[in-house]
Nanobody, 118 residues
Framework: QVQLVESGGGLVQAGGSLRLSCAASRTGFRIGVMGWYRQAPGNQRELVATITSAGSTNYADSAKGRFTISRENAENTVNLQLSTLKPEDTAVYYC????????????WGRGTQVTVSS
């Protein structure tokens, strides 16, 4: 099992910034892709950004130019810098990790709330 613990959410005014962090427990699992997803009330969970162990990134269109994902492989952590936040960014943000050894599996954190006021 891989446990993911998110931190860094909160309340911020529109135009502000937040930094989300996610730490994966060190359990002997090897993690490939890590990423962030979000879910707003009444909506499905959606991709925000992902990053491979080699550092290749992928962003949702809504995140391009405003959010930056980064990763520290040695620490099994992934961060998401949120900038120029908008009220529509309000959601619960979830950390995700995909393992490839010794098993291929998908893990989620419990989520951290980000609220952007207008």
């Amino acid at each position: 099992q891989v446990q993911l613990v998110e931190s860094g959410g909160g309340l911020v005014q529109a135009g502000g910034s937040l930094r989300l962090s996610c730490a994966a427990s060190r359990t002997g699992f090897r993690i490939g892709v890590m990423g962030w997803y979000r879910q707003a009330p009444g909506n499905q969970r959606e991709l925000v950004a992902t990053i491979t162990s080699a550092g290749s990134t992928n962003y949702a269109d809504s995140a391009k130019g405003r959010f930056t994902i980064s990763r520290e492989n040695a620490e099994n952590t992934v961060n998401l810098q949120l900038s120029t936040l908008k009220p529509e960014d309000t959601a619960v943000y979830y950390c995700n990790a995909q393992t490839y050894y010794p098993v291929r599996s998908n893990y989620w954190g419990r989520g951290t709330q980000v609220t952007v006021s207008s």
